[in-house]
């Protein structure tokens, strides 16, 4: 799921996705309106499967509210 929504990001944003860090963060927000709290949601978790070899089913899902809302509203 991190992988397509930063795919989402590419096309649409125009943003390169290969740095998830601060000037990320604030580009993403100017672009879609979305909320810095959301994106910065999505970020680190994004970072922490990167980084966790175990990811929790309420993780998961949890995550996939995190794009359903930001695919919504930006």
């Known amino acids: 799921m991190g992988t397509y929504f930063l795919e989402y990001v590419r096309n649409r944003y125009k943003l390169p996705t290969g740095n998830l860090d601060e ?41 996939h509210q995190q794009l359903e809302s930001f695919y919504k509203n930006a």
């Not at 580009?27 to 309106?33: H, I, N, P, R, S």
């Not at 910065?40 to 995550?63: C, L, M, N, Q, W």
């Open 23 to 63: 000037t990320f963060i604030q580009q993403l927000q100017f672009k879609t309106g979305a909320a810095e709290k959301e994106i910065r949601g999505i970020v680190s978790f994004i970072k922490y499967v990167e980084d966790s070899p175990a990811v929790t089913a309420a993780d998961v899902s949890a995550f």
